[in-house]
């Protein structure tokens, strides 16, 4: 019974996901900007990767509204360091509070993380390239990354740095991805 209610969860949100990310990439980049206005803009990207940034499971399809926005006329690098900055927010609150319920672990999960800090110890110098090349190629939440490195003890600048420096440059590729391809990607939907 639990397996099912389980199930039925995770269909429930994904389909809610998709629903909305259908919905804001159906609404027209002038629609938006005339709604959100172009100053408010920035202001409304960094709120929406800071949101995005402290969910996990359910975080919010702000991709296709920063493409929007881009499509629409504003700035695409500001787009770009405005969400990512509002992610870096969300992701920092998650390091402070995997610090905080670190003693409350199962000895089962700490024994996992245990392993896994054994092997990134054993080749140090791939952590801040592997924490970039995250940040900079994956579309989903930091929160497992950041969380698991500080439960282990990594430093905040050592985590939050090249994912943050990553994450820029993926929300500003984003940001021209809307810019120049925006008519094609909602086409799709």
């Known amino acids: 019974m639990l397996l099912k209610k389980n199930t039925l969860l995770t269909i429930l949100v994904i389909v809610i996901f998709i629903v909305v990310s259908i919905t804001l990439g159906s609404i027209p980049s002038e629609t938006l900007i005339s709604f959100v206005g172009s100053d408010n803009a920035f202001i409304l990207m960094f709120a929406l990767g800071t949101v995005a940034g402290l969910t996990t499971f359910t975080g919010?399809?702000?991709?296709?509204?920063?493409?929007?926005?881009?499509?629409?006329?504003?700035?695409?690098?500001?787009?770009?360091?405005s969400t990512a900055l509002g992610v870096m927010l969300g992701d920092s609150t998650m390091f402070l509070l995997s610090k905080k319920v670190q003693g409350s672990l199962s000895p089962k999960i700490m024994s996992?993380?245990?392993?896994l800090y054994r092997r990134l110890e054993s080749h140090p110098a791939l952590l801040n390239p592997s924490l970039f090349l995250y940040g900079l190629?994956?579309?989903?939440?930091n929160d497992f990354v950041v969380a698991s490195l500080s439960i282990m003890g990594y430093s905040y600048q050592r985590i939050i740095i090249p994912l943050a420096l990553g994450n820029i440059f993926y929300n500003i590729t984003?940001?021209?991805?809307?810019?120049?391809?925006?008519?094609?990607?909602v086409l799709m939907f």
């Open 137 to 141: 190629l994956s579309p989903f939440s």
């Open 60 to 81: 919010i399809p702000y991709h296709l509204v920063l493409m929007s926005l881009a499509a629409g006329g504003i700035n695409p690098i500001g787009l770009g360091v």
């Open 174 to 185: 984003l940001a021209y991805l809307g810019l120049y391809a925006y008519d094609s990607i």
């Open 112 to 115: 996992i993380i245990n392993n």
